[in-house]
């Protein structure tokens, strides 16, 4: 085991030292495919947390009719506390609702407010928003669903939950999540292979190193083991690298997002990748430098590299 | 030893390296392939050191199928014999020492055991002086002593060398040859594939001649 893990390190050390140019060459094209992942995860991650956060703010309201009596309150405040998808209904009485109104209106118009009968144009209504662990993209087809089944009870004149905006927002958070996953899988794909063309330029350099060892009988697993472990370094150490520079990035241009988008306040929701995926992205490294050689290294070392080396 | 039967060898575009070759070598026999360039000397090195397979006919080298031999069995083989390129063929960016270790190093021989050994046989070439010196910092002439040592180290029962003096004065390949004809009295069979009919002259070893891919002579 030390002597095996003596070969790999004397095969890298060895490898960075006579080919470092081919190395450096290959490093910088290995970071500059993983700053590409990187950042498209980012972007999607907080696309993804910034229409999150407006999906939380939406909000339904069930107003009642003037002939709505107690028992029409209670049935439906029974049904919207029985039912899972629901977060925090509150019953808004008719007093509630005008102060609220008058609250919000007192500078617009001030005669109207002094109006006595006002009261009895508003009504009053439940008012609540979805459960967190709703998707965005469900959001609208619960809505739906409580709308259609709140709109036939009792004392219910009208459900509202900006319809045209929900849809709206339903059809922007699927086609971002389809197009994010379909655009981070294409980059990634087209990371592996860029890996594996520069791995495979790499190693294809060194066929001779490969001829020889194959002619002095060294067996397959003798010869691909360290090409593999390389690989597998090299992911790693060029993810590490990348998603270190794309934080780099990300920190200026969140300083520069708070500034320009301050109004949105989302500056907040704006972060860099979280932990897990961080390490998931470091790990798709590895495997894919470790396959990359393998796959490069096993088209040379058939027992035979003499032999196709001079067709 | 070394067994050929109706050996052909067709490379693309119907070229005939080997025709119907046949041929007997017994152990511990010198043996000489000689020839002019093209005449298929270096496509018989080929078929005896596994690097090429034979288009049709039997190759068998130290009880090993040379024309059916799997790629497994091929590092097993290339373990059991020795051999020498008119190149070379050393790792650049490897120490004289560590070249010649290469053979015992993958076959998993313990570094104690390989150190004394490498030591031996770079005493016994006259490179004891070399072992930290890497290949291109050393002549021609001690490069290919370098893979000779490389070639012998693991003691192989056959020895093949193609052209071992091609790129060397003739100084040097006397030098050489007298070291093959060393190993060769200590049981091993070499056979060398030369074009240098006036040193072959001289060593009075079997000789086979080969012209067009035929074996056209061969005198014990």
């Known amino acids: 085991m030390r002597r095996s893990v003596s070969r790999i390190t004397s095969h890298v050390s060895k490898s960075w030292h006579h080919h470092l140019p081919l190395q450096l060459a290959t490093m910088i094209v290995l970071i500059a495919s993983f700053v590409v992942v990187s950042g498209v995860i980012t972007m999607s991650y907080n696309l993804n947390r910034v229409l999150t956060l407006w999906g939380e703010s939406m909000q339904v309201s069930v107003y009642f009719n003037e002939n709505s009596t107690e028992q029409n309150i209670s049935y439906v405040k029974k ?8 977060e925090k209904p509150k019953y808004v009485t008719k007093e509630a609702a005008l102060s609220v109104f008058k609250e919000q209106m007192a500078s617009y118009a001030p005669d109207l407010l002094s109006d006595k009968d006002l009261v009895k144009f508003i009504p009053s209504s439940f008012q609540f928003g979805l459960k967190k662990h709703i998707n965005p993209e469900e959001q609208l087809e619960t809505m739906q669903t409580l709308a259609a089944s709140l709109k036939v009870m009792g004392g219910v004149e009208d459900v509202s939950y900006g319809q045209e905006w929900v849809k709206s927002y339903s059809t922007l958070t699927r086609v971002l999540s389809w197009g994010g996953e379909f655009f981070i899988v294409i980059i990634a794909i087209s990371a592996a292979f860029v890996m594996a063309n ?9 066929r001779g190193e490969i001829e020889v060892l194959e002619l002095v009988g060294a067996t397959a697993n003798y010869i691909r083991i360290p090409f593999v472990c390389e690989g597998a370094l090299m992911g790693g150490v060029a993810s590490s ?10 920190s200026s241009l969140k300083n520069y997002l708070h500034n320009q988008i301050a109004f949105l306040q989302l500056s907040s929701q704006i972060q860099f990748i979280g932990m897990d995926i961080l390490l998931a992205v470091i790990i798709f490294g590895v495997i894919a430098g470790a396959l990359s050689s393998w796959i490069c290294v096993r088209h040379i070392n058939d027992g035979w590299a003499a032999i196709q080396s001079k067709k | 030893m070394i067994h050929f039967s109706h050996v052909y060898k067709t490379y693309s575009g119907s070229v005939h390296a080997l025709k119907n070759v046949d041929l007997n070598i017994d152990k511990g026999e010198f043996v000489f392939i000689t020839g002019p360039s093209g005449a298929g000397k270096t496509t018989l090195f080929k078929m005896l050191s596994a690097y090429d397979r034979p288009s049709s006919g039997s190759v068998n080298v130290a009880g090993f199928d040379l024309g059916r031999i799997s790629a497994e069995e091929v590092s097993i083989f ?18 004289i020492f560590e ?5 015992l190093l993958v076959r998993g021989d313990r570094p104690n055991q390989v150190s004394r050994r490498v030591a031996d046989i770079l005493e016994h070439v006259g490179l004891s002086n070399k072992a930290n010196q890497r290949p291109e910092f050393i002549s021609g002439g001690e490069q290919q002593r370098t893979a000779i040592a490389r070639a012998l180290i693991h003691q192989p029962g056959v020895l093949i060398a193609d052209e071992p003096t091609g790129n060397l004065d003739p100084n040097l390949s006397e030098e050489i040859m007298d070291l093959l004809e060393r190993v060769c009295a200590q049981g091993t069979t070499v056979f060398v594939a030369t074009h240098d009919l006036e040193m072959v002259k001289r060593r009075k070893k079997r000789t086979i001649k080969i012209n067009n891919g035929i074996i056209v002579g061969d005198s014990k």
């Open chain 1, 241 to 250: 690298l990348a998603l270190a520079l794309s934080y780099g990035v990300f």
């Open chain 2, 99 to 103: 070249n010649v270790a290469l053979p």
């Open chain 1, 198 to 206: 520069s791995i495979h330029s790499s190693i294809a350099q060194r």
């Open chain 1, 79 to 86: 049904f919207l506390d029985e039912n899972q998808k629901v």
């Open chain 2, 78 to 95: 290339r373990r059991r014999i020795g051999v020498i390129f008119q190149d070379f063929k050393l790792l650049k960016d490897q120490t």
